[in-house]
């Protein structure tokens, strides 16, 4: 979302500008104490919920807000 640039990084959390979209496995929004949503929201992300079957590539491609999809739990997050 932000890469480097320190610009973006102070900007956090309004996503003015950057990739805010964030494709997470429908699975993965559990509450472990707080929302997983809230979570994600109070990183500047939107997060776009999808079933699993459709994260393996039976839907359209993320959209142009799209910065990566969740592969790991909110535990410890890996965008690709």
Known sequence: M???????????PDPAGMKDEVVIQLGHMVG???PTEQVIRL???APRPRPRHLLAGLEPG???????????????PVLS
């Not at 932000?2 to 956090?12: C, K, V």
């Not at 807000?65 to 410890?76: D, E, I, P, Y």
């Open 62 to 76: 993320p959209g142009p807000r799209t910065g990566g999809k969740s592969t790991k739990s909110l535990a410890s």
């Open 2 to 12: 932000t890469g480097a640039d320190l610009g973006r990084i102070e900007q956090l």
């Open 32 to 34: 472990y104490g707080a």
């Open 43 to 45: 990183a500047g992300l």
